[in-house]
Structures are given as C-alpha cells and as structure tokens.
C-alpha cells in the first residue's frame, strides 16, 4: 500500500492531465487549472521542509560553535526579521508587504534584499571572465568560434563595444599576420609558403574586417543570435523535449519509481 | 561629494561593499552578507508564497468560493497537511502521497507543456522554404542561405545529442558540423550573459558612487 497509492495517485494526475489536453471540454477543460492551483498550494507547504532543513543545520552550528557559528546567527535572526517584518506589515497595518506603500517593500526590498541580490550576481561578472580567459584560448577551430561568437555579442550589443571593435578584431589580425611571418620564417619550403599566405590574407582582411565592424557589427551580433544560435539552440531544445517526454512517460507509466526512495 | 545622510543607502552600501569584499578573499564580512542573503531571502519567499499562492488560493478560496468550487479545497490542503508528515517518522510515509501528486503533475504537465510549447513549435519553425524570394538576388541568396544554415543547423544539433547510434562515418561528420553551430550558440549566449552581470554591476558600482557617495 505504502508504494501502490503513490504510484496510483501518480498514474491518475498525469494521464488526467494528458486527456485534458485532448478533451479540452468538461470536466476535463478546467482540470490544468486547477491541479495547477493545487500544485501552487502545496508546492507552498513544500517550502516548509526546506526551511526546517536550513534553520536546523545552522541552529545546530550555533549550538556546538562550529566554525562559522557567527554568519549562522546572521543567518537566524535575517530569516525572523524579515518574517515577522512581512508578516507584521499585513497583521497591524492590513496591508500587503507587497504593496507600494508597504514599509517591507520600500525599504527591506530596496535597501537589503536588492543590494545582496544584485551584488552577488554582479560578482559572476569576475568570475565569469576568468572561466573565459581558461575556455576561450585559441586552441582550436571549435573554441576560436566560441571566442568570436561570444566577442562579436558582447562588442555588438553594447555603443561602446561597436566603436572599438573595429580596432580590436584590427590589432588581433595584426598578431596574426605577425605569428604567421615569424613561424615561417622558421620554415622552409612548402610550409614557408603557406606561412607567409597566411601573414599576407590576415594583412590584406585588416581593411575589409575594420570596415564591416565599423558599420555593421550589430547586425552581425543580431545575425549570430538569430540564426547561428537560434539553430543550435533549436535542435537543443527539441532533444530536452523528447527527453523529458519520454521521462514523463517513464514516471506516469510507473517505470521510473526513484522517488519514492 | 554630496553623501547621502539615508541611514538605510548606507545599510545597502554595507552590504554591497560586504558582498564585493569577496574579490579580495573570502572574509567574514562576506560570509555575513551571504548568510544575510539567504535568510532573508528563504523569510521573503515563505511571504511570497503566502501572499501570492496559498492565501489566495486556499484560504480565499475557503472563505470566499461556495459549492463544489469551496469543498473540493479540502483535497490541496490534506495533500499539503500529509506533505508536513515528513516531520513525523511513523506516519512520515504519507508524505509519498503528495510527493506522488506532485511528480505526477510534473509529468502530465512535462507531456503536455513540452509538446505544445516546445516541441511542436520549434519543429513546426524548422520547416523552412530552403528558397526565398527576395526584393533583389542578394537578398534572395542571403534569406535562403538564413533558411539552409537554419535547418542544417537544427538538425545537425539534435544529430550530436543522438547518442543510440556510435558517432562514425556521415553520422560523426554531421555531428561534427552539430558541434561548430553547438560553440557559437554557447559563446553567443556566453557573451549575453555575460552583458547581463556587467550591466548589474554597472548598477551597484552606479549606486555606491551616486546614491551612497554622490560623486557621480
């Protein structure tokens, strides 16, 4: 019984949510929206576990002392704060913590949560760029394109990029032209030649290249996103769909049982 | 230098400059604003929920719905109650029931969401004329070309996720084309977010030299 039920209550919400979507009439039509709303209801209940989880494991920190016993006190006493804060706002005032004039919003929500919030994913910007100075390096056909693609869109989208990218994608041909010259001049015979092929077109798409950043490098930005882009991320999608329709499927069927380990 | 007298820019300055310290080392004063961060946070998504999703939905619905539409509330708040039975070993097992509903939602709305929001429709917008006709020859090559890089693309994508057959002979050479579309979609959405957290900071930096201090 203790597996049967679930794997029945299972079965039922997801084939009845299936035959709503081709019985769109009722008692089926209304059946989305409401399992929604159930979901939303409890999926609210849900939370509660993952809080007792998070005070718990930092209430015990502090109890015992552990190192970093200090930032869990932090922890605690924000989490009440913020509680009886939001939940006092409604209580005394009779008004939503969410509404405009609400004290929790116009000052909890602007002056503590939007400064952490927005630092901490500013700080990605750091991060980010040292991952890309480790996965953009030239080393081959495939990561010379991501470093195109990705230079092309950051330097398109922005006023500023679009006025120095000219000189940037001008000054790396440049480097080019002089590795190709250096290593031929290392070499002899067929190699040298095409060396030396290679340091002559790098110098002669100098002008071209400067001329097409200069006057279209936020079409070729909005090209690379709309069609290049599109595409990959086209076939990347429709394979997550067929994966997660076949996992659905597996999970209704009651083939996948893993949750309820 | 006009600098704000706000007590609460300068509890927002704090905890900004807390959180930046971390690009000199970890320090106590991050580890405090990041624990901040996520107690407020968990405290400002517990409100949240009650005020946008079970107020509205369950209690409102109890108090304001009348017939079927009131009872058939009783449903959601028991698979929510035996949700909280995880709390209670001998009876904890009853918490599977609500698990069991909601990975059941999860699925049917997995079948139904995938197909009609993405399945069907990206398909549907890959089957493209692999010709168009243009207002001139150069527009009609590059909108075709537009169209062909589209559906090769496409499917030499979905071709290097296939991964039921080995990845020899044209098989390896159109997933080969699948991986160079596949790296300037990753580094074109690289340099979007990328553009995305420059322009956060940009507002945090805006906000300490303008807000706080008033230089700017």
Excluded: C
């Excluded at chain 1, 605690?76 to 405009?100: M, N």
């Excluded at chain 1, 991501?146 to 994608?169: D, H, K, N, T, Y």
């Amino acid at each position: 019984m203790k597996r049967e039920i679930p794997l029945f209550i299972t079965f039922i919400t997801g084939v009845l949510l299936v035959i709503a979507l081709f019985v769109p009439h009722k008692p089926f039509g209304q059946l989305q929206q409401t399992f929604n709303d159930w979901l939303i209801i409890v999926g609210g209940f849900t939370m509660i576990l993952g809080l007792d989880s998070l005070l718990l494991h930092n209430w015990e920190k502090i109890k015992r002392k552990k190192e970093g016993w200090i930032s869990s006190a932090f922890l605690i006493a924000s989490f009440f704060i913020t509680l009886f804060w939001g939940f006092g706002e409604g209580a005394i005032a009779h008004r939503s913590p969410f509404d405009p004039s609400a004290t929790f919003l116009r000052y909890f929500y602007t002056y503590v949560f939007v400064p952490l919030q927005a630092t901490m994913f500013s700080l990605l910007a750091f991060f980010i760029a040292s991952a890309a100075y480790r996965a953009f390096r030239a080393k081959d056909g495939n990561s010379t394109l991501l470093l195109s693609a990705a230079a092309l869109v950051m330097l398109g989208r922005v006023p500023a990029g679009q006025e120095v990218a000219p000189w940037i994608f001008a000054f790396v041909l440049l480097l080019l032209a002089y590795y190709f010259f250096k290593e031929g001049s290392k070499t002899t015979g067929t190699q040298k030649t095409l060396y030396l092929i290679g340091a002559l077109v790098s110098i002669l798409l100098i002008y071209p290249v400067f001329y097409i950043l200069l006057h279209y490098l936020n079409g070729i930005a909005d090209w690379i996103m709309n069609i290049p882009q599109m595409a990959a991320k086209r076939g990347i999608w429709i394979g997550i769909s067929l994966g997660g329709i076949a996992m659905s499927l597996r999970i209704i069927l009651g083939v996948e049982k893993t949750y309820l380990q | 230098m006009n600098i704000s007298f706000n007590p609460w820019v300068w509890v927002a300055a704090f905890l900004t400059l807390s959180m930046m310290s971390f690009l000199y080392k970890d320090n106590i004063f991050y580890k405090i604003g990041e624990h901040i961060y996520v107690g407020s946070s968990a405290a400002f998504m517990l409100i949240y929920l009650w005020y946008f999703d079970v107020k509205p939905k369950l209690v409102d619905g109890f108090m304001y719905n009348t017939g079927i539409n009131k009872w058939i509330l009783i449903i959601p708040a028991l698979l929510s109650l035996f949700m909280l039975m995880r709390f209670i070993r001998p009876v904890a097992w009853i918490s599977r029931w609500a698990i069991a509903f909601t990975v059941g939602m999860g699925s049917g709305l997995g079948i139904t969401g995938l197909l009609q929001g993405f399945l069907v429709p990206q398909i549907k917008a890959t089957f493209l004329p692999l010709y168009v006709h243009g207002s001139n020859t150069l527009m009609s090559i590059y909108l075709s070309l537009n169209n062909i890089l589209m559906v090769i693309g496409t499917l030499s994508a979905i071709v290097y996720f296939y991964f039921s057959k080995e990845h020899t002979g044209p098989v390896k050479k159109i997933s080969q084309v699948g991986i160079t579309f596949i790296m300037v979609a990753f580094g074109a959405s690289f340099g979007y977010t990328v553009m995305a957290r420059i322009s956060l900071l940009i507002g945090r930096v805006y906000f300490l030299l303008h807000n706080w201090l008033g230089l700017v």
